[in-house]
């Protein structure tokens, strides 16, 4: 997995481009990763409600939930669904709407010089070994082409948005992560 420096994708992602996106502050420097969760409708996985959300697609009428989020203008770098495929919404040198209202070590707007990862799920059920393997690596590319992006810079959304967010959620493996990203490419 690799990201072109020039287009800012990723080699083993699927791109479609998202509408909610925009250019970062001049000087700004991506140098931090936040994990998230998502599934549309709540709690469900399948179809691609979530990929239409990010597309400013969503059917409303399709579930009572999309009238209430319907309106919102969101997107997210990448989208790792269950099945370890893997989505790109905005390239990487460029602002995904992911963050919301953030902080992170007293910098705030966190969508300025972060990059926001969704994982399909919730808070209640928990990651698949795909899914845990396919962050592994795209979060290794991610270090390599932005070094400023260390251990200590990637959180969840819960870190930066406290009381507000809950993702990646209780049952996400942070042990489990943090020991594979630590590890080199080879042994993942």
């Keep these: 997995m ?3 420096s020039k287009t800012g994708l990723l080699s083993a992602a699927q791109y479609f481009a998202s509408p909610n996106q925009d250019e970062r502050p001049e000087k700004e420097k991506v ?5 998230h969760n998502i599934s549309l409708p709540p709690d469900q996985f399948s179809g691609d409600d979530v990929k239409d959300f990010f597309l400013n ?4 009428a399709k579930h009572s939930y999309y009238q209430t989020i319907g309106h919102l203008k969101v997107s997210s770098h990448l989208w790792i ?3 370890g495929e893997v989505l790109q919404f905005v390239p990487f040198h460029r602002r995904a709407w992911h963050a919301g209202a953030s902080d992170f070590q007293g910098k705030k ?4 010089f ?9 808070d209640k059920i928990p990651f ?6 396919q962050l592994v690596a795209c979060t290794h590319a991610i270090m390599q082409a932005y070094p400023a992006i260390t251990p200590h810079r990637v959180v969840g959304h819960e870190d930066i948005a406290p009381g507000r967010k809950s993702d990646p959620g209780p049952l996400f493996d942070w042990s489990r ?4 990203m630590l590890m080199p490419k080879a042994s993942v």
């Design 128 to 133: 698949t070994e795909i899914q845990y393997a």
């Design 31 to 35: 140098s931090l990763l936040v994990i």
């Design 177 to 180: 992560y943090r020991a594979q």
């Design 81 to 83: 669904r269950r099945t």
């Design 2 to 4: 690799q990201i072109d």
């Design 109 to 112: 707007e966190c969508n300025d």
């Design 57 to 60: 697609q969503l059917n409303i």
């Design 114 to 122: 972060s990059i926001g990862i969704e994982l399909e799920g919730t």
